[in-house]
């Protein structure tokens, strides 16, 4: 293996923060967040999944980030020496993860740029004559917009990695999320100020118990752990880069805690806008890129408001995206001396090529798997099977397998003060594991 002072690190503790947030941050906060909130009853929703996040999201987070500060190394690597050979398959399971989900990811943040170009050249003038669906199906039946757009997302992602830890991850995460905190206070500003606009934020913030249900808490406990991007292997790396007195609670409260606010913001500027105009908050996974044109479009000064969310759209995918590609780099240059260079080119080609069923299969050509298109299976293979598999294997392993490696991470070898060591470790061996399961066996509905 190649010696562990070459992989890089954190130059300050923001940046790994910032870095950390905005591979938590992208579609599951800006783009699935506010469509499963519409669909399950609003504020009730949103009050459990903050509860979720703060209890075994935040503990399955320091799991993942005391792993890869103890072991040093990929997120295959660093479960392996912590827990012998076998357990190197959790790590796999992380690999295998963040690849299959960045070659379907990569179509969708495709879609983010393309939408930039396309609020100046027609899309809200056209949404507000009713034809955005249309707009939409067109554009994703478009076989070479999206190979193209798929490539310009996963270059920029390539970019990014291949320029390193510090120099690359670090640098656009110091950029992207206070420019995307900045776009999306703009856009909260615009949206609360349209008449109307406080029906959408009762809907948001003030919870109906009636609606509160098994399926609510069943959907925000797969919200909480698919937005905090945990199974897939990235926590891991990117603690592997921590310093080793960093305060690992803090820290995870800290990502924890600006995932869950642009979550909110991203709610306060979708639901008043939605209301204020009458659209329904339960649109689906079609709301973003068909619902909120309309909305746009219906706005003074439209045009500049949609290009400026799908900007901050494209930050938040893409900050996620670099993530997702440095689990499978760190791997190629822990494991087989791949100097980064090489990794990141030839994955990212790789990734780009395993993703072409993805983006032609949305109506380009018709590739279907059991029914379903490419992109939705792999998206299933990752989302329902292998994430709540790792994350299982993690919780159990910090808590049952590697507890005092944990223990020994957590405080920085007795460097830094941990009250809530039984809680943590509570959550760790049976509240975790139970929820995934029963994640995991509910997603196995096709």
């Known amino acids: 293996m190649k010696a562990e002072s070459s992989r890089g690190e954190w130059s300050s503790k923001i940046g790994f923060i910032l870095a950390a947030a905005g591979s938590a941050i992208g579609l599951g906060s800006i783009w699935r967040f506010p469509y499963i909130t519409g669909q399950s009853g609003g504020a009730v929703f949103v009050l459990v999944y903050l509860f979720l996040v703060f209890t075994i999201g935040i503990s399955l987070m320091m799991a993942e980030i005391v792993i890869g500060k103890k072991g040093r190394l990929n997120a295959v690597g660093s479960f392996r020496r912590l827990g012998g050979k076998h357990w190197g398959?959790?790590?796999?399971?992380?690999?295998i993860a963040a690849?299959?989900?960045?070659?379907?990811?990569?179509?969708i943040g495709g879609w983010t740029m393309a939408y930039v170009l396309k609020s100046f050249t027609g899309l809200i003038s056209t949404s507000g004559s009713g034809e955005v669906a249309k707009i939409f199906e067109a554009f994703i039946s478009d076989g070479?917009?999206?190979?193209?757009?798929?490539?310009?997302f996963m270059a920029a992602t390539v970019i990014v990695v291949f320029r390193g830890v510090s120099g690359g991850i670090e640098r656009l995460c110091t950029f992207?999320?206070?420019?995307?905190?900045?776009?999306?206070?703009?856009?909260?500003?615009r949206a609360l100020t349209l008449p109307g606009a406080m029906e959408g934020v009762v809907f948001f913030l003030k919870p109906d118990f009636?609606?509160?249900s098994g399926e609510v808490v069943l959907s925000a406990m797969g919200q909480a752990f698919f937005s905090l991007s945990l199974g897939i292997g990235a926590m891991v790396i990117y603690g592997s880069y921590l310093p080793d007195k960093t305060d690992i609670p803090k820290a995870s409260l800290q990502i924890c805690f600006l995932t869950f606010m642009i979550s909110l913001m991203a709610g306060l500027i979708i639901f008043p806008s939605l209301f204020a105009f009458g659209m329904e908050p339960g649109a689906g996974a079609g709301l973003t890129f068909i619902t909120l044109p309309v909305v746009f479009a219906k706005m003074p000064g439209g045009v500049?408001?949609?290009?400026?969310?799908?900007?901050l759209f494209f930050?938040?995918?893409?900050t996620s995206s670099v993530s997702l590609l440095e689990v499978v780099v760190s791997y190629m240059i822990d494991s087989l001396g791949w100097d980064r260079k090489k990794a990141t080119i030839l994955l990212g080609v790789l990734i780009s090529v395993v993703g072409i069923p993805s983006a032609l299969s949305q109506g380009a050509v018709t590739i279907n798997v059991f029914g379903v298109s490419f992109l939705d299976a792999a998206d299933f293979f990752a989302s329902n099977l292998l994430m709540p598999?790792?994350?299982?294997?993690?919780?159990v392993f910090i808590g049952w397998v590697a507890y005092s490696a944990g223990f020994d991470g957590i405080t920085g070898g007795g460097a830094v003060p941990f009250r809530h060591k039984k809680l943590w470790m509570f959550i760790l061996r049976f509240i975790a594991p139970v929820c995934i399961l029963v994640i995991f066996i509910a997603g196995l509905k096709w």
């Open 176 to 189: 992207c999320m206070p420019a995307l905190f900045i776009l999306m206070i703009l856009l909260i500003g």
């Open 210 to 212: 009636s609606k509160l």
């Open 89 to 95: 398959l959790v790590g796999w399971i992380g690999v």
């Open 144 to 152: 070479k917009q999206m190979l193209f757009y798929q490539g310009l």
């Open 99 to 107: 690849f299959v989900i960045l070659s379907y990811y990569g179509v």
């Open 315 to 318: 930050f938040a995918a893409l």
């Open 389 to 395: 598999a790792g994350g299982f294997l993690t919780a």
């Open 304 to 311: 500049l408001w949609a290009a400026s969310f799908f900007v």
